[in-house]
């Protein structure tokens, strides 16, 4: 059975940081992309950042660039996106999906808040 779980989001004040997490299970996420997407209420869905299987390559939204920062660790299992400098317009649900050719997997979802 496979499993995707999001952490880590929460509430913050704007310039904070959050550090997201997505776990897996049931599945061996090194052959897998990575992509976090948001979505807020009224919203269209929207991708975040996307990092490839090979590690080598990374994509940024322009409204993630120069503040957010995709990763992953293999041997942990789990992929994370480091969000600094964080901005009202930030808050959403984030959700993580894992991707290998046709196989796609997504997570529950994280809620970020950004607010005074």
């Known amino acids: 059975q496979v499993q995707l779980v999001e952490s880590g989001g929460g509430l913050v004040q704007p310039g904070g940081s959050l550090r997201l997490s997505c776990a897996a299970s049931?599945?061996?996420?090194?052959?897998?992309?990575i992509t976090w997407f948001r979505q807020a209420p009224g919203k269209e869905h929207e991708g975040v950042s996307c990092i490839g299987s090979s590690d080598g390559n990374a994509y940024y939204a322009d409204s993630a660039k120069g503040r957010f920062t995709i990763s992953r660790d293999n041997a942990k299992n789990t992929g994370y996106l480091q969000m600094n400098s964080l901005k009202p317009e930030d808050t959403a649900v984030y959700y993580c999906?894992?991707?290998?050719?046709?196989?796609?997997?997504w997570g529950q979802g994280t809620q970020v808040t950004v607010s005074s």
């Open positions: 999906n894992a991707r290998y050719s046709f196989l796609s997997y």
């Open positions: 049931g599945v061996t996420l090194d052959y897998y992309t």
